[in-house]
């Protein structure tokens, strides 16, 4: 392989060349650290880069390799983190001034599992602060700069905003985000990646600093829905550490991602999810329909009357703003100068919630969502529009007259599926006339991921789009 394909390159391929000998892992690890070294100080993806410990575990990849102690294929991969998630001995920020000396005593149980399955962490990556927001934005450690425009800085997409623009831009190849409302989707929307949102429970958040412990949904962020579901099989499954993990995955998914797709019945929403939607996102989406009926996946646009009850439901009391102001409120009180003007509003907006109203919100979402599993029963996925528009340029965004309602949008098609306990795949599907990428939404019911991304894998195998990559050259 050359350099930029190198950088672009899947897991599965990276772990092809180790395994024949023609890379070893300290030889990947160090490529990818020069490449940080020679494009972040522009992208702004990394909160912290850690050299010395990720050529230590390339080394000892390398060291169990020869002496044929073979892991899998993350074995002597470099991975990030975004920086929500513990790491022994370095600092857990959230994205927070309020956080720069909370230092990690252990690691988060994904991380664990990362390395344990012989993979080489590079770094922890920047993101909104405490994940609250869709846009990317971070004023106070800056907004990583979404590589598909090198002229321009547009949104990156939030929260996870550094693990998208790494995993983007080729300094890593793949990373951890989270994802409570759309927080990996997002941000695989705007930077043309593969961003997987598991059902809430899937994998494990212990060691996770949390924005809302009710929604809060660990995700992957790659080049390949092979390399998601290559991800999930190692993260998914029962925590001790954490009592929502309850559903083991069962059929390993990456035996089933090849399967045959007959029978499957896909769904064009007619309501909720165009609100507002770019034309020329419409039109790459919709373009998608006869993509899926060349692969024998029944198609067909479907009336769901339960969306007109979720549009309504969104309107009421933001159960994620009483959670985030529960959590911080001290500090708010305390401290108010250190949040970022685009995080502490909408965090003050669960102040004045009261308990009962509270409570009666958490009911009527347990019941909507009791209420929209039978809705499905006439399709087995439904397919959107991630978000409504491509990347938009921060300066436009980034106004207090436009941000909020901005961010709003972001989130509007993702955070749907976290509310509704759904599972969700988002990959890219075309591009603008400016040349930015289209995120295709796949939304799938709890604990359907192997059919989900079978499904995604189908449709990524039969395009290009996944194989587009930014000239990241420009940012050197």
């Avoid at 100080?41 to 990849?61: E, G, H, K, Q």
Wanted: proline share 6%.
């Amino acid at each position: 392989m050359n350099h930029d394909e190198l950088a672009f390159a899947s897991i599965t391929e990276l772990a092809g060349e180790i395994r024949a000998g023609a890379l070893g892992p300290v030889e990947l690890t160090q490529f990818f650290l020069e490449r940080i070294q020679a494009f972040d100080d522009r992208l702004n993806a990394f909160m912290i880069v850690t050299p010395d410990r990720a050529l230590a575990s390339a080394r000892a990849a390398a060291a169990a390799l020869a002496g044929g102690v073979d892991l899998g294929p993350l074995q002597g991969i470099p991975l990030a983190v975004k920086d929500l998630f513990d790491v022994a001995g370095l600092p857990t920020t959230g994205g927070s001034i309020l956080l720069r000396d909370n230092t990690a005593a252990i690691h988060a149980t994904v991380v664990r599992r990362l390395l344990g399955a012989g993979a080489a962490l590079v770094g922890k990556t920047h993101m909104v602060e405490f994940a609250f927001g869709g846009t990317g934005v971070n004023h106070h450690y800056g907004t990583p700069w979404n590589p598909w425009d090198a002229d321009i800085q547009r949104l990156p997409g939030g929260s996870s905003s550094g693990s998208g623009v790494a995993v983007a831009a080729g300094l890593v190849p793949a990373a951890l985000g989270t994802d409570t409302g759309g927080s990996v989707r997002i941000p695989a929307s705007f930077c043309g990646l593969v961003g997987l949102k598991p059902t809430f429970g899937r994998i494990s958040n212990a060691g996770v600093l949390p924005l809302d412990s009710t929604l809060d949904s660990t995700g992957t962020l790659t080049h390949t829905v092979e390399d998601a579901a290559l991800l999930f099989s190692i993260l998914a499954g029962p925590d001790n550490r954490d009592p929502d993990t309850l559903v083991p995955v069962g059929v390993p998914v990456l035996d089933e991602l090849e399967a045959d797709l007959t029978g499957l019945r896909l769904g064009f929403p007619r309501e909720y999810f165009w609100d507002e939607v770019d034309p020329q996102v419409e039109a790459a989406v919709r373009a998608t329909a006869q993509v899926f009926a060349d692969l024998d996946v029944y198609v067909d646009e479907v009336s769901l009357s339960i969306l007109d009850d979720l549009a309504h439901m969104r309107r009421g009391v933001n159960l994620t703003a009483v959670e985030a102001y529960l959590r911080w409120r001290e500090a708010l009180t305390s401290r108010p100068g250190e949040f970022d003007p685009a995080v502490a509003p909408r965090m003050l907006a669960g102040q004045d919630i009261l308990a009962t109203d509270y409570l009666q919100q958490q009911r009527a979402w347990a019941t909507l969502r009791q209420r929209a599993l039978p809705a499905l029963d006439n399709v087995d996925f439904l397919v959107t529009p991630t978000t409504p528009f491509a990347a938009p340029p921060v300066d436009d965004v980034d106004v207090d007259d436009v941000f909020f309602q901005v961010n709003a949008l972001c989130l509007r098609n993702t955070a749907a599926v976290n509310q509704l306990g759904w599972c969700a795949v988002s990959l890219p599907c075309g591009f603008t006339d400016d040349e930015l990428p289209v995120g295709l939404q796949l939304i799938g019911r709890p604990w359907d991921e192997l059919r989900l991304l079978r499904l995604a894998h189908a449709f990524e195998q039969a395009t290009q789009w996944t194989r587009q990559q930014p000239d990241v050259d420009l940012f050197a």
